[in-house]
Nanobody, 116 residues
């Protein structure tokens, strides 16, 4: 079974940076959307950033100007560069691939903790 594997989470001070990466363990065909979501304790999972196969970007208002999403279609990889991190960015971050067939793939989640 194909899985998404995330890396790059960790502990950082406010104002610092982290880079998250996510790649598939096997082949996934016709990926349309690649995205990052996050879930903080006691809160619902929310969209952070998403990029379409055509390069259309969408960011949550709270991360605009600080986070950058990019994708490498040849490697089935999506990356989230997070700058100027804030304590409120603390959450478990999940990557997601959504295919044209309507299938969704999720990573296992990676913890990002921003200390004040």
């Amino acid at each position: 079974q194909v899985q998404l594997v995330e890396s790059g989470g960790g502990l950082v001070q406010a104002g610092g940076s982290l880079r998250l990466s996510c790649t598939s363990s096997g082949s996934i065909f016709r990926i349309n959307l690649m995205g990052w979501y996050r879930q903080a304790p006691g809160k619902q999972r929310e969209l952070v950033a998403i990029i379409s196969s055509g390069g259309t970007l969408n960011y949550a208002d709270s991360v605009k100007g600080r986070f950058t999403i990019s994708r490498d279609n040849a490697k089935n990889t999506v990356t989230l560069q997070m700058n100027s991190l804030r304590p409120e960015d603390t959450a478990v971050y999940y990557c997601n691939f959504h295919t044209l067939y309507g299938n969704d793939y999720w990573g296992q989640g990676t913890q990002v903790t921003v200390s004040s």
